[in-house]
């Protein structure tokens, strides 16, 4: 398709939301993007994992640098805290993975250094959008503004205002559990050893925890400088939410908690249920990290990715827990797949239909196996202390479907 001068409006400028504009821009499109919060707001400083074959085809459309920082995650190990081996827990299995270890705060520099300045428009609320014909969508700003697009892309987090007005149908579901989370300077460790390698995943009765080293927020790798990124699955009734999002200034907070906003009390009495639950090395990290933030686990089927001139992609489409490593994932290949279909049909109407079939069935389908996993690995998990490793992959496969093809990971 000749995309020269095709005008599209992206709203949010995170993960899909730069994806989207440096992808849309590169095959000709005039591109605009719409972020609600400043630059210095978006580091989330926390880990995050990708599939490899994701960072390499980052590098390789030169959506992040080569020389980006990671570490290499070849397995989940699997413990158990048992009165024998109450420091390090027993080790029920090396869980194959493939993963790269990646700090949140540089993967997004990366994308945002790609979008220039004059499209990126931050502290650009959009308070609404308008459909104006089959062809035309006025995206209208909190300011008053309300340029008009021939193409918009909602890429506005799983609360998107885009998924809200296109499917008021389509809510998200609590899926019992949040997932509470720090970070540590590896300086305090008392050893660094234990977590040289992959992603440490100790089970307790209600949960797992996840432990893994990232790059420190300037990049560097050197053993000494890493941080340790953690995460524990943690029971919460949905009655109990809204007092649990409620932050140390009596603010409530809708489905998550910014580092730094935790009462201490509460802090004080998650810390209290994690020591006797992980084993004592994991909760000597848990027990040393200030600052931890919480957010709530959701699952969102969509019906589809698309209405007319207005699309979905990352978060704000279909949303699957973060079991599944998956949302950077999604978000990537929703923005990636969107330019290849405009570029690769004729008709942009075509390449709309084309896209939305194929991003709907795949990412719905990763709710469906994050919602596997989380019953396998949270809500029904059993003790895996009487379990070996031929044990626990047995089990694994009886209770998780996973979708080779769906995870179309090697874009
Ligand atoms: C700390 C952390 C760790 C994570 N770990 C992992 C992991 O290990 N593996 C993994 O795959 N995923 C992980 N995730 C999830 C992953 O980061 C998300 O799936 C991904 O960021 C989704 O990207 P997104 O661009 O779709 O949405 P978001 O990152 O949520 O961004 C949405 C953007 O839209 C903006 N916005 C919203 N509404 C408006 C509006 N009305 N107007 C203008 N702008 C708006 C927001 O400000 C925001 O910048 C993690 C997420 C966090 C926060």
């Known amino acids: ?19 989207a504009a440096i992808e849309l821009m590169r ?7 719409f972020e609600r919060t400043g630059d210095e707001l978006k580091d989330r400083g926390a880990g995050i994992g990708v599939p490899a074959a994701v960072f390499e085809t980052l590098v390789r459309r030169d959506l992040i640098d080569s020389s980006t920082p990671y570490f290499p995650g070849r397995a989940f190990t699997r413990r158990w805290r048992t009165p024998g081996e109450a420091r390090y827990g ?27 300045d004059r499209i990126y428009q931050a502290e650009h609320r959009v308070a609404a ?4 014909s089959r062809e035309r969508v006025a995206v209208e700003l909190a300011g008053g503004a309300a340029p008009v697009f021939d193409l918009v892309v909602c890429a506005d987090g799983y609360t998107s205002l885009g998924r809200r007005m296109l499917f008021p149908e389509a809510g998200i579901e609590y899926a019992g559990y949040v997932l509470w989370r720090g970070v540590l300077s590896e300086s305090e460790l008392d050893e660094s050893a234990p977590l040289q390698n992959g992603v440490h995943a100790p089970g307790y009765p209600g949960g797992h925890g ?13 053993p000494g400088t890493r941080m340790v990124n953690w995460g ?6 949905e009655i109990s939410l809204a007092d649990f999002f409620t932050d140390k200034g009596m603010k409530r907070h809708e489905g998550s908690l910014p580092p730094g906003g935790m009462p201490l009390a509460t802090e004080t009495e998650l810390k209290r249920q994690a020591a006797g639950r992980l084993p004592d090395y994991y909760m000597g990290i848990v027990d040393r990290s200030r600052n931890t933030f919480a957010y709530a686990i959701y699952d969102c089927h969509v019906p589809a990715y698309r209405k007319g001139r ?3 992609a990352g978060d704000a489409g279909a949303f699957a827990r973060p079991h599944t490593a998956a949302g950077a994932l999604k978000s990537i290949n929703d923005a990636i797949a969107l330019a290849e279909a405009i570029k690769a049909r004729s008709a942009l109407e075509d390449a709309l239909t084309e896209w939305n079939d194929a991003r709907t069935e795949t990412n719905n389908r990763l709710v469906t196996y994050g919602n596997q996993l989380g019953r396998a690995l949270v809500k029904e998990i059993p003790d895996w202390s009487t379990m070996d490793a031929a044990g626990m992959q047995k089990w694994f496969a009886s209770i998780v479907d996973v979708p080779t093809a769906l995870l179309d990971r090697n874009r």
């Open 27 to 33: 095959i000709g499109c005039e591109v605009t993007l």
């Open 90 to 116: 027993y080790l029920a299995w090396d869980q194959p993975a493939d993963l790269a270890l990646l700090n949140w705060g540089v993967l997004y520099r990366n994308l945002r250094k790609r979008v220039p």
């Open 1 to 19: 398709m000749n995309t020269q001068g095709l005008k599209v409006g992206i709203v949010g400028g995170s993960i899909a939301g730069c994806t």
């Open 129 to 132: 959008l308008r459909v104006q």
């Open 310 to 312: 207005i699309c979905l």
């Open 232 to 237: 524990m699955y943690v029971p919460i009734e």
């Open 210 to 222: 996840i432990f893994y080293f990232v790059p420190g927020a300037d990049g560097s790798v050197a």
